[in-house]
């Protein structure tokens, strides 16, 4: 991990919530032993680390600013199954049968966080039910054959929304039908983080933050980090940093990209935004990296998020993009002021699945969750703590999602281009549909 730290956490609507005694945790210091080390203090470690102290394991888990301080803390809040890669892909590298059992493990996911919620209580995690997934052109014969599809291969039930309702939910001419997800919803993700770390200390596990990893010695003995002020000795190392890893495993910092991604908090105005968005669900819609959002505060704001870029500093635009977005969405939204955006760096493999599994004896990795969602951090946590607890082999599920060379700057540069490309697609075929809707 990066040797820079940050006490505080970034400015994000997340953050403004939190309880005033929200205090840091101390940073490392001495020398520790555990059975298990984790770098990374995001919902992957968490989760991970919270399995193996209910395993009986000893736990230590370093984070270099705050627990949930990355993207963890930051992201949308949406819990829904699935994964960024879809499902065709996935069969396409790791065969028909293990799609199957991979989108099942993300059912899971979702299960996972709705037990935690419901063990642990966050207070004021504000769950929220129903994630709806849009169309921004005519696609009901497509949106109803993955309605049966799910219904048949996972006993999963979603509801089809034609247009009409779409547009009497969301009054917007942009979208056309959905599919809604009854099982899914949306929370407070930092929350969520800070309730899993209260929960891995509840249970003997120890968490130390302004803590980066500067020093991974693996050769042959047991492994040991080491930080600016001690290290830990551990009989394994698990590697749950994201987007914020730096090279403390160079073949994992080279197998994935840190991307960002964009999230706007608007002014409140209860009266606008309730007659232009009527209802309480998360939405998203199916263009690639497109938008997603959500009412927070009671209905009376909107968190909005959207958009990827490769570079690793802020647009100086940021707000007047993600507001044009909206604005080109909700035209009668417009007049909304940005109170606060932000961004986050998410790791994303060029596979676009999770990199979960043994890295050499004694060291794992459980990362690159960008676009995946809470749920995949939640069974990503899961199965590798499993894994190093020897109680089950399902990590093996992510085998065929390895280590890929993400192509260093060429990797950068190919993943922004085919994003641009994607988004001249999505326009050209937003542009037809609206020629459809002209001539009708």
Not at 145 to 151: E, Q, T
Not at 342 to 348: E, P, Q, R
């Given at each position: 991990?990066s040797g820079?730290?940050?006490s505080?956490?970034?400015?994000?609507?997340?953050?403004?919530?939190?309880?005033?005694?929200a205090?840091a945790?101390?940073?490392?210091?001495?020398t520790?032993?555990?059975?298990?080390?984790?770098?990374?203090?995001?919902?992957?470690?968490?989760?991970?680390?919270?399995?193996?102290?209910?395993?009986?394991?000893?736990?230590?888990?370093l984070?270099?600013?705050?627990?949930?301080?990355?993207a963890s803390?930051?992201?949308?809040?949406?819990?829904?199954?699935?994964y960024s890669?879809?499902?065709?892909?996935?069969?396409?590298?790791?065969?028909?049968?293990?799609?199957?059992a991979l989108?099942?493990?993300?059912?899971e996911g979702?299960?996972?966080?709705?037990?935690?919620?419901?063990?642990?209580?966050p207070?004021?995690?504000?769950?929220?039910p129903?994630?709806?997934?849009?169309?921004?052109?005519d696609a009901?014969?497509?949106l109803q054959?993955?309605?049966?599809?799910?219904?048949r291969?996972?006993?999963?039930?979603?509801?089809?929304?034609p247009?009409e309702?779409v547009?009497?939910?969301?009054?917007?001419e942009?979208?056309y039908?959905?599919?809604?997800?009854?099982a899914?919803?949306?929370?407070d993700?930092?929350?969520?983080?800070r309730?899993i770390?209260?929960?891995?200390?509840?249970?003997?596990?120890?968490?130390?933050?302004?803590s980066?990893?500067?020093?991974?010695?693996h050769?042959?003995?047991?492994?040991r980090?080491?930080?600016a002020?001690g290290?830990?000795r551990?009989?394994?190392?698990?590697?749950?940093s994201?987007?914020?890893?730096g090279?403390?495993?160079?073949?994992?910092?080279?197998?994935?990209?840190?991307?960002?991604?964009?999230?706007?908090l608007?002014?409140?105005d209860?009266?606008?935004?309730?007659?232009?968005?009527?209802?309480?669900?998360g939405?998203?819609?199916?263009?690639?990296?497109?938008?997603y959002?959500?009412?927070?505060?009671g209905?009376?704001?909107?968190?909005?998020?959207?958009k990827i870029?490769?570079?690793?500093?802020?647009p100086?635009?940021?707000?007047?993009?993600?507001?044009?977005?909206?604005?080109s969405?909700?035209?009668q939204?417009?007049?909304l002021?940005?109170?606060?955006a932000?961004?986050?760096?998410?790791?994303?493999a060029?596979?676009?699945m999770?990199?979960?599994g043994?890295?050499?004896?004694g060291?794992?990795?459980?990362?690159a969750?960008?676009?995946h969602?809470?749920?995949?951090?939640?069974?990503?946590?899961?199965?590798?703590?499993?894994?190093i607890?020897?109680?089950?082999?399902?990590?093996?599920?992510?085998?065929?999602?390895g280590?890929?060379?993400?192509?260093?700057?060429a990797?950068?540069?190919?993943v922004?281009?085919t994003y641009w490309?994607?988004?001249?697609?999505?326009f050209?075929?937003?542009?037809?549909a609206?020629?459809?809707?002209?001539?009708?």
């Open positions: 991990m820079q730290t940050d505080a956490y970034v400015e994000t609507f997340y953050r403004r919530g939190l309880p005033a005694d205090s945790r101390p940073a490392l210091q001495g520790l032993e555990a059975d298990v080390c984790i770098v990374g203090g995001g919902l992957a470690g968490l989760t991970a680390g919270l399995h193996l102290v209910r395993r009986g394991r000893s736990v230590v888990l984070e270099a600013n705050r627990v949930g301080w990355g803390g930051r992201n949308g809040g949406f819990v829904s199954p699935g890669a879809g499902h065709d892909l996935i069969a396409r590298r790791a065969g028909p049968e293990t799609a199957l989108h099942r493990l993300s059912i979702v299960a996972i966080v709705e037990d935690n919620i419901r063990r642990l209580q207070e004021g995690l504000d769950r929220t129903g994630v709806m997934s849009t169309m921004r052109y009901a014969a497509a054959s993955r309605r049966d599809w799910l219904a291969e996972f006993d999963y039930q979603v509801q089809f929304k247009t309702e547009r009497s939910l969301l009054r917007s942009r979208y039908q959905a599919l809604y997800d009854p899914a919803f949306h929370i993700p930092l929350r969520y983080a309730a770390a209260c929960a891995l200390e509840v249970e003997g596990g120890r968490v130390f933050e302004a980066p990893a500067l020093v991974l010695e050769d042959g003995a047991a492994p980090v080491r930080t002020g290290e830990v551990a009989r394994d190392v698990l590697i749950a994201g987007g914020y890893t090279h403390l495993v160079p073949a994992l910092a080279r197998s994935f990209l840190p991307i960002a991604t964009y999230v706007m608007t002014e409140p209860p009266e606008a935004i309730g007659d232009a968005i009527r209802t309480r669900a939405i998203g819609d199916n263009r690639r990296a497109g938008d959002y959500r009412l927070v505060d209905g009376r704001r909107i968190l909005w998020g959207g870029t490769t570079r690793t500093s802020e100086r635009r940021l707000a007047t993009l993600l507001h044009d977005t909206m604005a969405t909700y035209p939204l417009k007049h002021r940005v109170e606060i932000w961004s986050g760096l998410m790791a994303y060029r596979h676009l999770p990199q979960i043994p890295l050499g004896p060291l794992w990795s459980c990362t969750f960008g676009g969602g809470l749920n995949t951090t939640a069974i990503g946590g899961r199965v590798i703590a499993e894994a607890a020897g109680d089950s082999d399902r990590h093996r599920l992510f085998a065929p999602f280590l890929d060379w993400n192509g260093g700057p990797g950068r540069a190919a922004q281009a490309w994607l988004q001249a697609n999505d050209w075929r937003e542009r037809g609206g020629r459809d809707r002209s001539a009708g």
